[in-house]
């Protein structure tokens, strides 16, 4: 069964606005962790943010944040005031319990466009 | 620069040869990633070490192994190769705990 899945293969935005890309997931663990990893088209893999299920706070770092919806299963990534530097493909992806593997996304591609 | 290197940056084989990948994680961290992310099969977790012991299996082959050194260095051995196992593997290194991640710069293989 497919555990995370992106819907949006390409989004657009509009430099300096923000931009939700959506990643929901599947899982019947109680703990698990889940992550968003940026990749340019240099082909470097960056990771960006994590989330733990028990964390009650949104994972913030910089401009990007986790919008985490336990109920719903989605980890949303927010990137706020959109730079041309952004423009990459962006993986979402999910590890249960440590001692597990993680699973990935199709990812999204992100266009910031000027 | 993350810190984390990997050698070599390329390799071309044949089908049926073997192959080793290094990985030298950021000084200090005892957890170390491998992922393989290809056309077909997207990205994928490998394996996971830490302090030399094996800490995770994925999508592994039983054609590929790994391990993790006493200077904390991995390598990714790839035997019989296939076409298939063309691909870009990376390797990152965290300090223990999967909250942040580094990541090598990634070995581009093709198998001919």
């Known amino acids: 069964a497919q555990k995370i899945t992106q819907t949006q293969p390409g989004m657009f935005v509009q430099e300096k606005e923000a931009v939700t890309l959506d990643c929901t997931y599947d899982t019947s663990d109680q703990s698990y962790g889940l992550f968003w990893y940026k990749q340019p088209s240099s082909g470097e893999m960056i990771f960006l943010i994590y989330?733990?299920?028990?964390?009650?706070q949104n994972a913030t770092e910089g401009r990007y944040s986790l919008n985490f919806q336990k109920a719903r299963k989605s980890a949303n990534l927010v990137i706020s005031a959109s730079q041309l530097g952004d423009s990459a493909m962006y993986f979402c992806?999910?590890?249960?319990?440590?001692?597990?593997?993680?699973?990935f996304g199709t990812g999204t591609s992100l266009t910031v466009i000027p | 620069d993350s810190g984390v290197t990997q050698t070599p940056k390329h390799l071309i084989t044949a089908t049926g040869q073997r192959v080793t990948l290094r990985c030298s994680p950021r000084s200090g961290d005892l957890s170390v990633y491998w992922y393989q992310q290809s056309l077909d099969q997207g990205l994928q977790f490998l394996i996971q070490?830490?302090?030399?012991?094996?800490?995770a299996k994925g999508n592994i082959l039983e054609r590929f192994s790994a391990q993790q050194f006493p200077d904390l260095h991995s390598e990714l051995n790839l035997s019989s190769l296939e076409l298939g196992d063309s691909a870009l593997y990376f390797c990152?290194?965290?300090?223990?705990?999967?909250?942040?991640?580094?990541f090598g710069p990634g070995t581009r293989l093709t198998v001919l």
């Open positions: 989330q733990g299920s028990y964390d009650e």
């Open positions: 990152a290194s965290s300090g223990g705990s999967d909250n942040e991640q580094f």
């Open positions: 992806a999910m590890r249960p319990p440590p001692g597990n593997q993680f699973y």
């Open positions: 070490y830490y302090n030399g012991e094996e800490r």
